[in-house]
């Protein structure tokens, strides 16, 4: 079965960092695209990265650029989300995503991110 794992949220601190992580079962990273979304209180779920492993392209939002890195795994099959110099804009929930698998999208629990000002 196919299971994608969220987790290393936490609360800290404006310009600290945090890593998250997508613990993927019942597939390969390395084949398919994973991305990460989060969904702030009272607004949409939005996009923020996305990692393609099958031809190494990434992909980051406007407002992480430069402070957010996404990258995987093989050994663990894991996606990573690194993220660096944190603001309070980027408290949410966070969640990764395995798109069109088979004719399905995936989504991970999310993981709760706050950041203190």
């Known amino acids: 079965d196919v299971q994608l794992q969220a987790s290393g949220g936490g609360l800290v601190q404006a310009g600290g960092s945090l890593r998250l992580s997508c613990a993927a079962s019942g597939f390969t990273v390395d084949d398919y695209a994973i991305a990460w979304f989060r969904q702030a209180p009272g607004k949409e779920r939005e996009g923020v990265s996305c990692i393609s492993n099958s031809n190494g392209r990434t992909f980051y939002e406007d407002s992480v650029k430069g402070r957010f890195t996404i990258f995987s795994d093989s050994a663990t099959n894991t996606v990573y989300l690194q993220m660096n110099s944190l603001t309070p804009d980027d408290t949410a929930v966070y969640y990764c995503?395995?798109?069109?698998?088979?004719?399905?999208?995936?989504w991970g629990k999310g993981t709760q991110v706050t950041v203190s000002s």
């Open positions: 995503k395995l798109p069109y698998y088979r004719g399905m999208d995936y």
